[in-house]
């Protein structure tokens, strides 16, 4: 499963080296929530509410 999520994220063997698998998974992760479409998204108001 961990090769298969590295082929889609496009790293190579050599990338490996420089990456641990919490990172690759983070990667993945990311790239995923990257197409989720929010329907709310925070602005400064909100920030300075918080």
């Known amino acids: ?26 990667m993945y992760t990311e ?3 990257d197409e989720v479409k929010y329907p709310l998204k925070a602005n400064q108001r909100d920030f300075d509410q918080f």
């Open 1 to 26: 499963m961990f090769l298969l999520r590295c082929v889609q994220l496009g790293i190579s063997l050599a990338d490996l080296d420089l990456l641990t698998i919490g990172m690759v998974n983070d």
């Open 31 to 33: 790239q995923m929530n």
